[in-house]
């Protein structure tokens, strides 16, 4: 294995200008003779037929090896490339075999790299920037080097992997309820340019599942809504904007993961619907997305009989990717795996069968193996014993290399530290952010006209309820960021956080604290029949003073607090969203947001509570 490590961060990543990014720049713009020449500038627009000849060139003066390093796109912990923290070097060893992200490429050659904030890969912008460098700098530095796809899940909402002082949005579902496509155009650019500062060219966004099923653990705000015209429009709004900043956005999770109430982190689910029902639901924004010239569409590990009756996960499936998605929906650009590491594409068959079998089915990017060395030996095997042929590597390879050719790789791979400075969470950035999730929040219940709330009249407030884990790089919690929104918008706020499922002993101490403030504000979380947190709102609606509850991730929460006299639907536990809830609670914007899901019943689910479309305004 060769040491790759030499070096300090500051000399071998540090460099994000041009001068020092300039002889690896040289020798790789040397190497793919003139191939951007034809580059048209940002957007989608497809390799021209010569920048293929020249790619298939390159293809061909690749080792097998290389080849199957091209398919996989890997995790490394580590804020930078050649020298991590120690902490970080270790969990390398015992899970990939290297010490660093350089030598992860020079040993497997791998075609992309993904961030994670658990792996330490996103502390800060000038950083990530670094890392990205770094990363590039190995590659490209190997024989027959190439730039890398670095990517990321930056949704925006629950899932996030860079945060503050980046702009961060409000999630889909939010998005959805405002219903805007301008928004979802503007969230996507701004996003886009802010991580394509970094050194980000991937983005695994947006989630293009249609939520129609309230129970669903694992999408639900993810997704714009259960309306499928509705959420084709937004997500090929968002993919123009993300793919008009020179990111390449992605489309998940194929055939489409919206009606489950099984985690495929967990579990292996089972989507029902018809193959009529699927044409009519989950395969318009899919269309959408392709017709709007989507650069990359992720996988889904659920088992979908009506397309694929063999029990396989779609991840697997050739009728489903190969006949569908490439014959019947006509799309060639790259396809992805979720990650295989998750529990829904490893229940069937092993972890060395996985891979090999996801390329046969018709993939080209393999996402964070388990084990990448068990992963890439599969790969590498399966073409030397016949199973797979290097002209079907290839192929793949091939839409890799284009895809990597429409993002201006070849001919400028590195981040400038300048351009991030200019760049990332700027003022207009932000306030665009801000002024999206202001036409976001969603007024459902709102009794004898409660809210706005009056500062003279309610200028003391309870903030109590749920505190999840505060989604990456927001500040938290949100009973904290709510009470201190409200406090700049002139109210006295006293803070209780009584977390997701609080104690008899702790609902007691709320109910009391109640009795000293003019109104409560709670925050609601995913809330059960018969759970606590149903018990603390009826308590606190029982002390007769005026309880405004926000659900901070699911609207249906609605559903189960029938008392309560206001109810807004925040959609997500983020700054932005919080913050955007509490300027209508206070009556600084009016209540624009319109459900993007229906709500049913909690005493009769076959009944529409509150319709999709339906919101209230003062």
Partial sequence: MPDTSTGSKGSTEGAGNRRAAGPSRRSILAATAGLTAALAVGGSAHAAPADDDRLRALISRMTLEEKVGQLFVMRVYGHSATDPDQADIDANLKEIGVRTAAELIARYRVGGIIYFTWAHNTRDPHQIADLSNGIQRASLEQPRGLPVLVTTDQEHGIVCRVGKPATLFPGAMAIGAGGSRTDARALGRISGAELRAMGINQDYSPDADVNVNPANPVIGVRSFGADPDAVAALVAAEVEGYQGSRVAATAKHFPGHGD?????????????????????????????????????????????????????????????????????????????????????????????????????????????????????????????GGELTESRLDESILRIL????????????????????????????????????????????????????????????????????????????????????????????????????????????????????????????????????????????????????????????VAQLPSVPAFLAAYSWTDVELRAAARVVAGQVEPNGKLPVPVQRADDPAKVLYPLGYGLTY
């Fill in 402 to 557: 284009r895809l990597k050719t429409r993002l201006g790789l070849f001919e400028q791979p590195y981040a400038s530290r300048g351009q991030v400075a200019m760049t990332v969470g700027n003022w207009a950035h932000r306030n665009t952010a801000a002024r999206i999730a202001d036409r976001t929040t969603t007024l459902l219940v709102n009794r004898d006209r409660l809210l706005p709330l009056s500062r003279s009249e309610h200028r003391r407030l309870l903030v109590v309820g749920a505190d999840p884990a505060s989604p990456s790089g927001t500040t938290g919690p949100p009973t904290g960021v709510l009470a201190a929104a409200l406090a700049e918008l002139g109210f006295t706020t006293t803070v209780l956080s009584t977390g997701i499922t609080p104690s008899a002993a702790t609902v007691d101490k709320a109910v009391a604290a109640a009795r000293d403030a003019d109104a409560v504000v709670v925050g609601t979380y995913n809330v059960g029949a018969g759970s606590s947190q149903q018990t603390l709102v009826e308590r606190l609606v029982a002390t007769g003073r005026p309880v405004v509850a926000i659900a901070i991730r699911n609207p249906y929460d």
């Fill in 260 to 384: 489950t109430a099984t985690d495929s982190h967990y579990g292996f689910p089972v989507i029902t619907h018809s193959r009529d029902l699927w044409e009519k639901l989950d395969a318009v924004p899919f269309r959408a997305a392709i017709e709007a010239g989507i650069d990359s569409i992720m996988t889904a590990h659920i088992q979908f009989p009506a397309l694929d009756d063999s029990g396989d996960p779609a991840t697997l499936s050739h009728p489903i990717l190969t006949g569908i998605l490439r014959g019947e929906l006509g799309y060639d650009g790259v396809v992805v795996t979720d990650s295989l590491g998750m529990q829904g594409v490893r229940t069937k068959y092993g972890d060395d069968r996985v891979p090999v079998l996801a390329l046969k089915a018709g993939v080209d990017q393999l996402l964070n193996p388990p084990s990448l060395d068990v992963a890439w030996n599969a790969v590498l095997q399966a073409v030397r």
